[in-house]
């Protein structure tokens, strides 16, 4: 299934040029003839559609009662702006997982980790080389996205996407209000990429891989299904297998994979997203959507700003703040160049100064990104997020509101 333009974004380098710092071999393909050490890739930043099988599933309201899907509740904020169309708005709504933090109490959230590896294939289909994800699934498993840590937001230690839910909504919620991921770690998958459709960056020694660039159209028909019940791709099959629940938020992690558009190493780079695959019920039943992020692990090297758990936190942050891809906000311009319509609480931030919280625990330091508060969206001032802040951990990444834009921010 080709992705198409919908209310939908990526987490993507955010200078308007960055340069790769690339060291030692690549394996070329004859598809793809560049050399990325001397030249500046362009930042780009598409918007993909969920994915949609079956006859059911064209029901895209979060509020369906014929959607069953992870635990959410709904919200609205007032302000002047102009909505998709550049049409005036005042009234905005969202749908953010768990329970409302006026209800107080703790909301469990079954997260199934799925760890990818890659095939990348020759032009007769045998392996070229196998690049396992294997070494950094326990690093991710042991970062502040599913383990505890101290954070101003919560009088007793928890995890990094509930110290920001605490921390947005610090004004309206109960002290036991809590939005919590329960990690399980699933079976191992591996997406089998053809020759042609990625470029591998080699160690000196030629042993595959410091990274790896994969065309996003390619990746997105292996790793979605193209039809109802498809167990070829990889979440088809996840699906089929039981390892993913429309109850629960599906992560799959890849190692040091990042995509690239249109066939042109120069349109990259794409790091993470998040997303849901609807399949229609059977027997007139409900139709059930699956909430998944898609995230790399990013070892030290490619990127000065982006690093361990960089972009699978900021896609777990818009996971729980918009799981159903439907939040609609006032036209915004961030600090960093973005322009959006959408509750996407970590683009506002990626590729700033201040973009990550360096942590360390477990025996290492993690860099999950700050993310925007509700209230920078809402144009509030002051803001009732903790402390006033419109960012968080880092109350410094974002000193004031957002001012509502015109459409495309003209």
Known sequence: MRPFVARFTFLCLMALAVCLPISGAWAQ???????????????????IAPH??????????SASSRIDSIPSF????TVEGADPTGTPRK?????????????GGTTL????????SLDLLDSDGSVRYHY???DYIGSVLMSPVFQNAEYASSTTPTQFVDAVQRAEFFDVAKPDWHTLLRATLKRGRTLRIPRGFYTAALFDDDICCRYVLVEINEFEDLMFPGKPHDTASIIGAAEADGDMSPHGITSF?????FLYMNGNLQNCCVLGYHSYDDEAGENNAPTQRYVLNISSWISPGPFQQFEDVTAFSHEMSETVNDPFQDNVTPWWKSPNGRCQNNLEVGDVIEGMTLATYPMTMNGMTYHPQNEAMLSWFESQTPSTALGGAYSYPNQNTLTQASTPQNKNCK
Do not use: R
């Open 91 to 103: 009234t905005w709504n969202y749908t953010m997982a768990g329970a409302a933090p006026q209800q």
């Open 29 to 47: 393909d004859s598809h793809i003839n560049s050399d990325l050490s001397n030249s500046n890739v362009q930042v780009q930043s598409p918007k």
């Open 253 to 257: 992690l890849l190692p040091n994979t």
């Open 109 to 116: 959230i079954d997260t199934s980790v799925i760890p990818v």
């Open 74 to 77: 709904h919200g609205s904020f």
């Open 132 to 134: 396992d994800v294997t």
């Open 52 to 61: 949609v099988t079956g006859t059911g599933a064209n029901e895209t309201s």
